[in-house]
């Protein structure tokens, strides 16, 4: 059984910084695509960014140059470093990943949520 473990949300002031860690854990060949999306109350979950194995990335333009996605594929963990961040960013934040367990068994996971809160 796969799952995924979200970790590092909370309450921050503007302009301050956050690092999410997403890290999975079972029967994991490979991730690969781990992504990060959010969802604000009253609007539709969306991407925020994402990587794939090869360390290819993604990000909404809502965030560039903010945010940074890495992955640790020895740890079989993801991470959203958030820096200058402002009060829209405040929102639930999930991790999802695809994941590859061998045998042709493929997964698609979501994380249980960790929420952000940005005070202005």
């Known amino acids: 059984q796969v799952q995924l473990v979200e970790s590092g949300g909370g309450l921050v002031q503007a302009g301050g910084s956050l690092r999410l860690s997403c890290a999975a854990s079972?029967?994991?060949?490979?991730?690969?695509?781990m992504g990060w999306y959010r969802q604000a109350p009253g609007k539709q979950r969306e991407l925020v960014a994402s990587?794939?194995?090869?360390?290819?990335?993604n990000y909404a333009d809502s965030v560039k140059g903010r945010c940074t996605i890495s992955r640790d594929n020895a740890k079989n963990t993801g991470y959203l470093q958030m820096n200058s961040l402002k009060p829209e960013d405040t929102a639930v934040y999930y991790c999802?990943?695809?994941?590859?367990?061998?045998?042709?068994?493929?997964?698609?996971?979501w994380g249980q949520g960790t929420q952000v809160t940005v005070s202005s």
């Open positions: 990587i794939t194995s090869g360390g290819s990335t």
């Open positions: 079972g029967s994991i060949f490979n991730i690969i695509v």
């Open positions: 999802r990943a695809e994941i590859y367990s061998g045998s042709y068994s493929y997964n698609t996971l």
